[in-house]
Structure formats: C-alpha cells, structure tokens
C-alpha cells in the first residue's frame, strides 16, 4: 500500500526494518513492566523510542529536513496541541516526545475530523483501501488480550494471595499478572458484601491488595522520568492519567528527577507505570510516568 500511494504522489518510498528495535524499546518494555507489577503505556514509548526518535534518525540518514505522521494532534514546532478531532486526539500519547524533535515533525490531520479524512479519501482511488479499513484502537502487539501476550514468556497462572491494606489475607487470586489497577473482578474476597478492586499489586510476593471503590481515590502522586517541552518547575495545570479521561486541574511541583502532582479533585485508581500528561488548555505541556 505505501508503494501504491508513493507511486500516486510521484515520490520515493524507503523501506526501513525496525522490528529489533521495537522489540527492545517497546515489547520488553511491555513485558517486563507487567512482570514487575506495573502497568505499561507501549504507545507513548514507541512514540519516543520509535516513531519520533529511530525514524527520525532515519531522517536525516536519507536526508529529510521533515517528519510527518497521520497521528490526530497539532504541533507548531514548540509545543503539541490537541487534535481539532476531540474524538480522535492523540497528544496524550506524544507527551513523552523529546521537545528537541517538535520543529521537525508535521501532522496534517490535526485541523480535520475522522470523517472528512476517510470521505476525502475515498474519492481517489489509491486511498480507497484506507478509507474502508476497520479502525485500529488497541496495542498492535495484542491480537486479543495482554495476558495472551504475557504467556508466550512466562507462567502467569500462579495462583496467590488476595490480601487487604492491612495486610491480612482474605482470598486467592489465580496470578498477579492479570490485574491492574482499579479491576474489580478474577479473585476471591472472603466474607465480602461490597465489591473489591484491585489497590496495588506485589510482584515480589504475587499478592494483589484489595480494597472498596473509595480506597482506588487519590488527590496526589508523584511521576517520574519527566519530559516537558519548556523549562518549569512549579506550575498549574490539567492532567490526564489515562488517555480516555477528563484531564483534572491540579498544581505540579519538581523535585530533583521527580515532581508532585497535588490534584483539586480527586481520581480514581491511579496505576503505577502509567502516564500522567500536562495540559494547558489544547496544550501539552509534557508528561511523566505515575510512580
């Protein structure tokens, strides 16, 4: 297909195996983060790692000044915004891009709407077949479910203890690999009459802490390995710690390779591993990971 619409355009098309690299930057990261008890975003690493760094290098290796992708988000070379598109927006998942590669990247979908992208395209004849194809929301790497991916590398069906804040154990559960964060099903609470949810997760002893919904709420937490596209160090802002959420107002504070993120409303079962991004408004601000 790219050959087709290289063709169409009238412009030369480079083919440049990266499989190696994604595996280390992105699959293992995956899996060893899920191994370790935390919950990964593969999309903001490869993101980094991949599609704004290697291909980027692979840039000026064929001499392009430019990088241009279809993702849905705007960029004027200093800061990403987000995508005309609310429903498609993806900026949450370029807030780990290094700010040194924003004057090069290009995003000419980020004023359009899905529709009119897919309705534009299906009037020549080269992009019929994009304008047809099923929408792609989940991890490319996971046909079906993470834990599928999980097994093909190790035993994730050891069964453990399901234990409360304090420690005591009050069930099973059939392997901490299969939970994250905030779930509320797979394991036994004995006794229990309110439902239980998933509070952390201990790798080193494969036990899962439960707890009831309002235990999941939390009004700070800290990030690490920071990325932001201009100096700051104390700042208000709005933070988004999944993709699809309402970003929360809330004043962040650095300290050394870390920074305090103090909410004004509180949220619900915040994942460590996950990422947490800064908005100002349309802008992204830059993003960290929750720890």
């Given at each position: 297909?790219a050959q087709?619409v290289?063709?169409?355009?009238?412009?030369?098309?480079h083919?440049?195996?990266?499989?190696?690299?994604?595996?280390?930057?992105v699959y293992?990261y995956f899996?060893?983060s899920y191994?370790a008890?935390l919950?990964p975003?593969p999309c903001?690493?490869?993101?980094?790692?991949?599609?704004?760094g290697?291909?980027?290098?692979?840039?000026?290796?064929?001499?392009?000044?430019?990088?241009?992708t279809?993702?849905?988000?705007k960029?004027?070379g200093?800061?990403?915004?987000?995508?005309?598109?609310?429903?498609k927006?993806?900026s949450?998942?370029?807030?780990e891009?290094?700010?040194e590669?924003l004057?090069?990247?290009?995003?000419?979908?980020?004023?359009?709407?899905k529709?009119?992208?897919?309705a534009?395209?299906?009037?020549?004849?080269?992009?019929?077949?994009?304008a047809?194809?099923?929408?792609?929301?989940e991890?490319?790497?996971?046909?079906?479910t993470?834990?599928?991916?999980l097994?093909?590398?190790m035993?994730?069906?050891?069964?453990?203890?399901?234990?409360d804040t304090?420690?005591?154990?009050?069930?099973t559960h059939?392997?901490?690999?299969?939970?994250?964060?905030?779930k509320?099903?797979?394991?036994?609470?004995d006794?229990a009459?309110d439902?239980?949810?998933?509070?952390?997760?201990?790798?080193?002893?494969?036990?899962?802490v439960v707890?009831t919904?309002?235990?999941l709420?939390?009004?700070?937490f800290?990030?690490?390995?920071?990325?932001l596209?201009k100096?700051?160090?104390?700042?208000?802002?709005?933070?988004?710690?999944r993709y699809?959420?309402?970003a929360?107002?809330?004043?962040?504070?650095?300290?050394?390779?870390?920074?305090?993120?103090?909410?004004?409303?509180?949220?619900?079962?915040?994942?460590?591993?996950?990422?947490?991004a800064?908005?100002?408004?349309?802008?992204?601000?830059?993003?960290?990971?929750?720890c």
């Amino acid at each position: 297909k790219a050959q087709r619409v290289a063709d169409y355009l009238g412009i030369k098309v480079h083919f440049h195996d990266l499989s190696n690299a994604f595996k280390e930057e992105v699959y293992d990261y995956f899996v060893e983060s899920y191994k370790a008890g935390l919950t990964p975003n593969p999309c903001v690493m490869c993101n980094r790692t991949i599609k704004f760094g290697k291909m980027v290098e692979f840039a000026d290796e064929v001499g392009a000044q430019y990088v241009a992708t279809g993702h849905y988000i705007k960029c004027d070379g200093e800061f990403i915004y987000a995508a005309e598109d609310a429903n498609k927006d993806q900026s949450y998942f370029l807030c780990e891009v290094k700010k040194e590669v924003l004057p090069r990247l290009i995003f000419p979908l980020g004023t359009w709407v899905k529709p009119d992208v897919k309705a534009y395209a299906a009037n020549i004849e080269v992009l019929q077949d994009f304008a047809t194809q099923a929408e792609s929301s989940e991890i490319c790497f996971v046909e079906n479910t993470y834990d599928e991916v999980l097994a093909k590398h190790m035993d994730i069906n050891v069964p453990g203890e399901t234990v409360d804040t304090e420690g005591n154990v009050v069930g099973t559960h059939k392997g901490y690999m299969h939970y994250t964060i905030g779930k509320r099903r797979g394991f036994t609470v004995d006794g229990a009459h309110d439902p239980h949810f998933v509070l952390d997760i201990k790798p080193d002893s494969n036990q899962i802490v439960v707890g009831t919904k309002e235990k999941l709420e939390e009004n700070a937490f800290e990030v690490k390995k920071i990325n932001l596209f201009k100096a700051l160090s104390e700042f208000d802002c709005h933070v988004k710690v999944r993709y699809r959420t309402t970003a929360v107002p809330c004043h962040v504070k650095i300290e050394g390779e870390r920074a305090k993120v103090t909410l004004q409303e509180p949220v619900f079962g915040l994942a460590h591993g996950q990422i947490a991004a800064f908005y100002e408004g349309d802008k992204l601000l830059g993003g960290g990971v929750i720890c």
